[in-house]
């Protein structure tokens, strides 16, 4: 299945003569004088290439439905990408490349890694407001932080949307944390840990695994002697969550399992088998097929796209839809598109209307957008369905 996903997204992206273009990345041209640049560091190969690609596809789908309409102020953006690999040393690559040949304002990273070793070249610059794949609880600092964002809630607020619904759910409930041993992985355990005593949660058991498939026997094990009322896994795309869930079931361990943004793909939790049912997570986003309640965007994506888009897809395009707010806002004031400028664009959104991305309107005091909706997956439909209303973390 994903094999065909990505196909699709590589087959749809454009495919045109020789291997870069195949993917879609336009390559570097001279600039117009009034374009607004987007560069991007992104992954269209290597490990983290099934989101890199859907990523790719919604930064370009929401700049042809900006740039069909007029563009941002009367000025068109151009998209300016490269393969990074999801390496660092590549993305670093690959941004001072694209910033060497255009007048870059906006700028796509592909990982945490990149987003902490180019903050202070962006800062140094000044000229650029950046957002990408992480959610890292460290980048939500406007102080360390101040020109780079994440269009949605970083791990530590999407463990607190989490805990919070499991609190409404069941009063004292027993919980186990399952995370890989990365940066990713470790990000939300501690804050987790104290945010769940306050909420009067009892955390159980924590275990701790490499990440991708591996032996998880043993850790069941643990999983079934602490009896989780829920198990939050963290740090993984899909292994070893399914291999935990089927083993756990098995055992007649009766945990409810939930997962994180990037856990949360329709067609992904789809490959998880009969572990599937149940299974649960926090999306700041509605899914591609949603059709509760009124949401144009989504129905323009529909119309572009009329094969399922995963939520690597819905990421990039809401990436790009509040970058392109941050320029629209900056330049209505009569402002430079300075990195500061930009910032503060973007921090003025108050109760802003996504076009029903993101299930209510949205504000961006800092460097998040601390929303989401806890969804469970529907083995007979096959289709993550929501299990909560909209939650709102206060500032």
Same mark, same amino acid.
């Given at each position: 299945?994903?094999?065909?996903?990505?196909?699709?997204?590589?087959?749809?992206?454009?495919?045109?003569?020789?291997?870069?273009?195949?993917?879609?990345?336009?390559?570097?041209?001279?600039?117009?004088?009034?374009?607004?640049?987007?560069?991007?560091?992104?992954?269209?190969?290597?490990?983290?290439?099934?989101?890199? *690609?859907?990523?790719?596809?919604? *930064?370009?789908?929401?700049?042809? *439905?900006?740039?069909?309409?007029?563009?941002?102020?009367?000025?068109?953006?151009? %998209?300016?990408?490269?393969?990074?690999?999801?390496?660092?040393?590549?993305?670093?690559?690959?941004?001072?490349?694209?910033?060497?040949?255009?007048?870059?304002?906006? @700028? #796509?990273?592909?990982?945490?890694?990149?987003?902490?070793?180019?903050?202070?070249?962006?800062?140094?610059?000044?000229?650029?407001?950046?957002?990408?794949?992480?959610?890292?609880?460290?980048?939500?600092?406007?102080?360390? %932080?101040?020109?780079?964002?994440?269009?949605?809630?970083?791990?530590?607020?999407?463990?607190?949307?989490?805990?919070?619904?499991?609190?409404? !759910?069941?009063?004292?409930?027993?919980?186990?944390?399952? %995370?890989?041993?990365?940066?990713?992985?470790?990000?939300?355990?501690?804050?987790?840990?104290?945010?769940?005593?306050?909420?009067?949660?009892?955390?159980?058991?924590?275990?701790?695994?490499?990440?991708?498939?591996?032996?998880?026997?043993?850790?069941?094990?643990?999983?079934?002697?602490?009896?989780?009322?829920?198990?939050?896994?963290?740090?993984?795309?899909?292994?070893? *969550?399914?291999?935990?869930?089927?083993?756990?079931?098995?055992?007649?361990?009766?945990?409810?399992?939930?997962?994180?943004?990037?856990?949360?793909?329709?067609?992904?939790?789809?490959?998880?088998?009969?572990?599937?049912?149940?299974?649960?997570?926090?999306?700041? @986003?509605? @899914?591609?097929?949603?059709? !509760?309640?009124?949401?144009?965007?989504?129905?323009?994506?529909?119309?572009?796209?009329?094969? #399922?888009?995963?939520?690597? @897809?819905?990421?990039?395009?809401?990436?790009?839809?509040?970058?392109?707010?941050?320029?629209?806002?900056?330049?209505?004031?009569?402002?430079?598109?300075?990195?500061?400028?930009?910032?503060?664009?973007?921090?003025?959104?108050?109760?802003?209307?996504?076009?029903?991305?993101?299930?209510?309107?949205i504000s961006i005091p800092g460097n998040s957008v601390p929303i989401g909706r806890i969804y469970a997956f529907d083995g007979k439909a096959k289709q993550m369905k929501p299990a909560s209303d909209w939650i709102r973390l206060e500032a």
């Open positions: 299945m994903m094999r065909n996903w990505t196909r699709r997204h590589v087959l749809s992206a454009g495919a045109i003569a020789g291997a870069g273009l195949a993917l879609g990345i336009r390559p570097l041209a001279a600039q117009v004088a009034d374009e607004i640049v987007l560069g991007g560091s992104i992954p269209l190969t290597g490990v983290f290439a099934f989101a890199g *690609i859907g990523i790719h596809a919604g *930064i370009q789908d929401y700049l042809k *439905i900006v740039n069909d309409a007029g563009g941002v102020e009367g000025r068109k953006v151009k %998209y300016v990408a490269e393969d990074t690999g999801y390496k660092v040393d590549a993305s670093v690559a690959a941004f001072n490349k694209i910033t060497s040949q255009e007048k870059v304002s906006l @700028y #796509y990273g592909d990982s945490t890694g990149f987003s902490k070793t180019i903050n202070p070249e962006l800062e140094r610059r000044g000229s650029i407001l950046m957002a990408g794949a992480s959610f890292a609880s460290e980048l939500n600092d406007p102080k360390k %932080y101040p020109l780079q964002f994440m269009a949605g809630p970083d791990y530590s607020e999407m463990f607190g949307i989490l805990l919070r619904y499991i609190a409404n !759910e069941k009063a004292g409930a027993r919980l186990a944390f399952v %995370y890989s041993d990365t940066e990713f992985g470790r990000d939300p355990i501690v804050p987790s840990e104290a945010l769940a005593k306050t909420l009067g949660l009892e955390v159980v058991e924590k275990i701790v695994t490499p990440p991708g498939s591996v032996d998880v026997s043993t850790e069941v094990l643990k999983l079934r002697r602490a009896r989780p009322d829920f198990t939050i896994f963290h740090g993984y795309v899909l292994a070893p *969550i399914p291999e935990f869930i089927a083993q756990a079931k098995q055992m007649g361990l009766a945990s409810r399992f939930m997962g994180t943004f990037w856990s949360m793909d329709n067609s992904t939790v789809e490959r998880m088998g009969e572990a599937a049912d149940g299974f649960m997570g926090v999306m700041p @986003y509605r @899914y591609y097929y949603d059709t !509760e309640g009124e949401s144009p965007m989504l129905e323009k994506i529909r119309q572009m796209r009329p094969e #399922y888009q995963s939520t690597a @897809y819905l990421q990039g395009f809401v990436t790009a839809l509040l970058m392109c707010e941050a320029a629209k806002r900056t330049l209505a004031a009569g402002k430079e598109l300075t990195g500061a400028n930009l910032k503060a664009g973007l921090n003025s959104i108050k109760d802003f209307d996504t076009g029903g991305l993101f299930g209510v309107p």
